[in-house]
């Protein structure tokens, strides 16, 4: 995966409460294979009518908004465990959800594909809507290191939890195989000690 550090960018704003996955990628297209393949249908229920005409009043329809931050409302990502609600928001182009409240399935598939889950204060996600409404590009800036994410205009920061195991896995770029890769000479190191190998000198001749 991508190393993950600083963020700084425009966000899309989703001023709606109890989003589930069958909205974030309705259950008929789960059928494809390929991950990139589901960014375009992503919310397809709400971007598009039943001829697949546009919602103009949709904010991913809206040519003032966009960015790759996704500021949502309370319950983001409930319903059904599926996995494919996180590729499609990665695959449209999503690198950070932030919301007051996340479901933990869907924070944890986010988490393992690449998607930030900022979970904030319903008082600070407020303050993020207004921001956006009041200036559509303004640039929002979530640093993982620090976990913090601040609306850059009026200095407004707040401080969010993350997992330590999924932080350094994004800090790094790593998913689960790659985090065992890079232990594995600790691995190795301790599998000789637990079985009484000691490492054998090399002789240079």
Known sequence: MEKYKILTDTAVPLDTENVDTDQIIPARFLKATDKEGFGKNLFRDWRFNKNGQPINDFVLNQNIYSGSILIAGNNFGCGSSREHAAWALKAYGFKAVVSSYFADIFKGNALNNGVLPVQVTPEFLNKLFQAIEKQPREKICI?????????????????????????????????????????LEAIEKFEDERNGIKAVPQVTI
């Open 143 to 183: 640093e993982l290191e620090a976990q913090k994410i601040s609306i850059l205009s009026n200095g407004e920061t707040e401080n969010f939890e993350i997992d330590p195991y999924k932080k350094t896995c994004l800090l790094h770029g790593y998913d689960d195989i790659d985090f065992l890769i890079s232990k």
